[in-house]
């Protein structure tokens, strides 16, 4: 079984920091690409940021400069975010493309998403 399971958030005033991680366990193979969208109240998800294995990132425009995405570790994936803004206020999902082991020989891989994590700007 595998899953995908996120960490931090919280409520910061405006101008202020938050760390999110986020951590890919299970029968792993390898890990692919791990990413963090984001959920305002009656808006649609969007991309904030994401990094490759082999560590090339991309971040939403609104983001640059003060959000920063890491890979800790190849299961492992860190959201840095700086001078956060009431605007950044959503529900923060991480998201991994692993591959994994459906038993000792056999592989399979998709999509997985954690369960969100709140993060509150206020101002």
């Known amino acids: 079984q595998v899953q995908v399971e996120e960490s931090g958030g919280g409520t910061v005033q405006s101008g202020g920091s938050l760390r999110l991680t986020c951590t890919a366990s299970?029968?792993?193979?390898?890990?692919?690409?791990m990413g963090w969208y984001r959920q305002a109240p009656g808006k649609e998800r969007e991309l904030v940021a994401s990094?490759?294995?082999?560590?090339?990132a991309q971040y939403a425009d609104s983001v640059k400069g003060r959000f920063t995405i890491s890979r800790d570790n190849a299961k492992s994936v860190t959201l840095q975010m700086n001078n956060l803004k009431p605007e950044d206020t959503a529900v923060y999902y991480c998201?991994?493309?692993?591959?994994?082991?459906?038993?000792?020989?056999?592989?399979?891989?998709?999509?997985?998403w954690g369960q969100g994590t709140q993060v509150t700007v206020s101002s």
């Open positions: 299970g029968t792993i193979f390898s890990v692919d690409d």
């Open positions: 998201t991994a493309h692993i591959n994994f082991y459906t038993d000792y020989t056999k592989l399979d891989w998709g999509d997985y």
């Open positions: 990094i490759s294995r082999s560590l090339t």
